[in-house]
């Protein structure tokens, strides 16, 4: 047993499911569920269809069925009953179509401001938008439906009326560019996104962070013929986003642990269920049982739980009323959370009893794990302005881990580890980016990196960011949860729970090790992953890992020694540290006291078209999240595009771009190493022994006109040193054969061998001032 102290981050998933409430209990404790709008009736669904979907008899008066019919052979016989089927039928397809284009974040019955930036219509509120939000709903409907395809505009017109060719032109334009449709990992879908969408280059792009939302943003530009390469200061992708694999014992027990972000919250709508589908990765319900535990060991009394948590919704709800009644009054006025709740539990003498104050603080503490911050410095106007536009659906763990989608998003990009950037400086003329002793320069960054490192002032930026952005760096809250992951011998906890709760004396310590998640049954091994949150996760950073696994040992000496269950010693334990993460240094984002949403609008604002931001901190509906992560991602590369598309420089550069040669003998001009006839290009990406180079030989051949014929290979740096050490070519190329096995391959067929890595050599190359 060894515990590690590796400084990663905290979790999120705040979903504590009570033993007597069915379903899960939500991200900050689920107290309304997202109200949707009234579906639009059936007759006006009906109505835009008939507009919409193709006819191919003409018809002297219209009618739904028409349209029906040739969607539907079957429809001939049983017509009449079948006629006013069908119109239901219709109706209802439109409103499944709206929900999912709700679930996916779009408004019932108007455009996004996304929408409206990219003038998807020629006047907003008319007929035209009206059928317009009919064909992106159908459309987005139609491709997750299957998301393993590659959506065309021909597919999307086999179902509309081809007078509204336009209106799909503009959904399909829209829906793409933004990353609605035909986006993921499916082997079609990816395949199509690491080649530019049309011939058009479009200018540089640095993106810092590898974390989700740089992967997706990075994936997202290339397809839209951007050149990018993306700095990431740590030597992994992922930021937030990291499973350990941990081992131990004689029998060798292993098992996948997140350390950071774990819990997709609602799977409906959300992007990395899309993933999860696209790459065939089985999806585990977080199980709705939750029993909580005294420190003597003994289950809670259930109707006392229940009673505890009536009242603290219904504590939650005053301080709803009292912001309502604020607001209206006194606009800026604004109080902790904590300290509202308290007043109130205080007027209305709730949990004055121990047990139920005990019961109290595990919902605080539970409060303060889902905000990663104490209920102190939660603002009580917005700490919750995200709760409408929460994702539906199960919340659910990746068995195996999250490191699966980064791996699969990282995989063929041009990701240049162990870059930490110090300073960004931008103007009319581009960036320069400072990272790792090297300078970038390109048209346009893209800063993922986290509200934490933002606020610390890790990087640079020249000129300054505006007051305005500076002033919502400050206000926004950046805070702090961690875990221990611990991989027991077997699993002494029993397998039929992923959750357990914990209570304990001292309020002050609430958030230690409250609840516990079980990872049996995805991680592939016994794996208890204990939270601290709130204050305790503050302490828990000044605690040393033994200290930390003392504590949460003897909790759970507490639980189950009583019942007669021998807690064994953990094989391996990982303490996080995601407070004192230079790269992160902190766990996710919440609204403090002074903030508000717009704050994460504010941060996401590009500065001078040039500096743009993403990450879970710049999305104002889906903060402190991973699929918020990612939809930042999408969103930003749309701007970028956007803002490429108009500016007349990237437009006369593109065009230059398009005319340079695209030669690989041109890298060879300043290779990184030569030596005889041998010249070596480094992967930029990486600097070990096992990495690969290119190589290029040059034969000399006199019987021909040309000088020389050049050969090339793909060695490993190691290699590379080994045979530079050798005199003489000829005992070069014997090593290569013999010892190496390396073959040499003509131009041609190098492509297809070294794609990835010529392109990571060109984009280091064009990027380095
Ligand atoms: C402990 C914990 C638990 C969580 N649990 C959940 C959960 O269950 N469900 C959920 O949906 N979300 C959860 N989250 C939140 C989720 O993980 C994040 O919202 C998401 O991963 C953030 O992605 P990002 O791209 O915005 O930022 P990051 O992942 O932080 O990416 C930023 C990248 O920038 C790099 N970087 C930073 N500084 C520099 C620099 N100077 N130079 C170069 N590179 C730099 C970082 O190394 C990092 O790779 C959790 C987070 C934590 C910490």
Redesign the pocket.
């Known amino acids: 047993m060894g515990p590690d102290d590796t400084a990663?981050?905290?979790?999120?998933?705040?979903n504590r499911y009570h033993p007597s409430e069915p379903g899960p209990a939500l991200k900050k404790r689920r107290r309304k569920r997202k109200q949707f709008p009234e579906m639009i009736s059936s007759a006006a669904a009906v109505n835009g269809l008939r507009v919409l979907r193709p006819h191919t008899k003409p018809a002297t008066t219209y009618s739904e069925t028409d349209d029906l019919t040739d969607d539907d052979p079957s429809v001939i016989s049983k017509h009449h009953r079948r006629r006013s089927g069908k119109i239901s039928d219709l109706a209802k397809e439109v409103d499944i179509e709206a929900l999912i284009a709700i679930s996916v974040g779009f408004p019932i019955d108007s455009l996004t401001e996304e929408e409206i930036e990219a003038n998807v219509v020629s006047q907003i509120g008319g007929i035209e938008q009206s059928n317009y939000i009919v064909v992106r709903n159908h459309i987005l409907a139609r491709w997750r439906s299957n998301v393993s395809i590659w959506l065309t505009k021909d597919h999307a017109l086999e179902s509309i009326r081809v007078e509204h060719r336009t209106l799909v032109n503009s959904a399909y334009s829209f829906l793409i560019n933004h990353g609605y449709i035909n986006f993921g990992l499916a082997p079609a879908v990816k395949e199509a996104k690491l080649r530019p969408i049309d011939s058009i280059a479009r200018g540089d792009v640095i993106v810092?962070?590898?974390?989700?939302?740089?992967?997706?943003a990075a994936r997202q530009l290339i397809f839209m013929g951007f050149k990018v390469v993306v700095?990431?200061?740590?030597t992994?992708?992922?930021?937030?986003?990291h499973t350990k694999k941990m081992s131990g014992g004689d029998n060798g027990v292993v098992a996948a642990a997140?350390?950071?972000?774990?819990?997709?919250?609602g799977i409906n709508g959300n992007p990395?269920g899309v993933l999860a589908r696209q790459l065939g990765f089985p999806l585990h319900k977080v199980r709705d049982i939750c029993p909580l535990y005294l420190p003597n060991g003994k289950t809670v009394n259930s109707e006392i739980d229940s009673n505890v948590e009536v009242s603290f919704n219904k504590l939650l709800d005053r301080v709803c009323k009292l912001r309502q009644a604020m607001m209206e009054q006194v606009k800026s006025v604004d109080v902790s959370l904590g300290t509202a709740l308290e007043a109130f539990r205080r007027v209305y003498k709730v949990a004055e009893d121990p047990l139920e104050r005990m019961l109290l603080d595990w919902h605080l503490a539970n409060l303060e794990y889902a905000n990663?911050t104490l209920m102190s410095n939660l603002s009580m106007a917005f700490w919750d302005q995200d709760d409408p536009y929460e994702m539906g659906g199960d919340h659910c763990f990746i068995p195996g881990g999250?490191e699966r989608f980064v791996r699969a998003l990282a995989e063929d990009l041009p990701i240049f580890y162990d870059?930490?950037?110090?300073s960004i400086r931008y103007g009319i003329d581009g960036v320069l980016v400072y990272?790792g002793g090297q300078e970038y320069h390109a048209d346009m960054v893209l800063c993922?990196?986290?509200l934490?490192?933002l606020k610390k002032g890790?990087?640079e930026f020249v000129p300054e960011l505006p007051k305005r952005k500076k002033d919502a760096i400050e206000r926004l809250g950046f805070g702090l949860?961690?875990?221990v992951a611990m991989l027991f011998p077997y699993d002494f906890w029993g397998g039929e729970i992923d959750t357990f709760g914990h209570l304990t004396e001292d309020p002050s310590m609430r958030g230690e090790f409250f609840l516990f998640y079980s990872y049996s049954s995805v991680s592939g091994g016994p794996l208890l992953v204990a939270l601290v949150a709130g204050d305790a996760a503050i302490k828990f950073e000044k605690m040393s890992p033994v200290e930390s696994l003392e504590r949460v040992m003897e909790i759970l000496k507490g639980i189950f020694s009583p019942k007669g269950i021998a807690v064994p010693d953990p094989l391996q334990a990982v303490c996080?540290r995601?407070g004192q993460?230079?790269?992160?240094y902190?766990?996710?984002?919440y609204v403090a006291i002074g903030a508000s949403g717009d704050d994460y609008d504010i941060l996401a604002e590009s500065v001078g078209d040039t500096v743009f931001f993403?990450?879970?901190?710049?999305?104002k509906q889906y903060?402190?999240?991973?699929?918020?992560?990612?939809l930042?991602?999408m969103r930003e590369a749309a701007n970028i595009l956007r803002v490429a598309k108009r500016s007349p420089v990237l437009a006369e550069k593109t065009n230059c771009l398009n005319e340079e040669s695209d030669d690989v003998d041109r890298l060879f001009e300043t290779p990184d190493l030569a030596f005889g006839s041998f010249s070596v290009l480094y992967d930029p990406r990486l600097n070990d022994l096992e990495s690969n180079s290119l190589l290029r030989v040059a034969f000399k051949c006199e019987q021909l006109d040309c000088s020389c014929l050049y050969l090339y290979g793909l060695i490993q740096k190691g290699q590379v040193i080994k045979l530079s050490s050798l005199d003489g070519d000829v005992n070069r190329i014997q090593m290569l054969n013999r010892d190496f096995r390396v073959r040499l391959v003509g131009r041609n067929s190098l492509y297809s061998a070294a794609e990835s890595l010529i392109t990571c050599i060109k984009s280091a190359r064009s990027f380095l001032t």
Do not use: C
């Open positions: 990663e981050q905290v979790p999120d998933d705040q810092i962070g590898a974390g989700l939302s740089g992967l997706v700095l990431e200061g740590r992994r992708p992922g930021g937030r986003v997140d350390l950071g972000g774990s819990v997709l919250t990395l990663a999250n870059r930490k950037v110090e990272a993922t990196v986290s934490g490192v890790v990087i949860l961690n875990k996080t995601w993460d230079q790269y992160t902190g766990s996710y984002s993403a990450g879970e901190a710049t999305n903060p402190a999240t991973m699929h918020g992560a990612f930042s991602g």
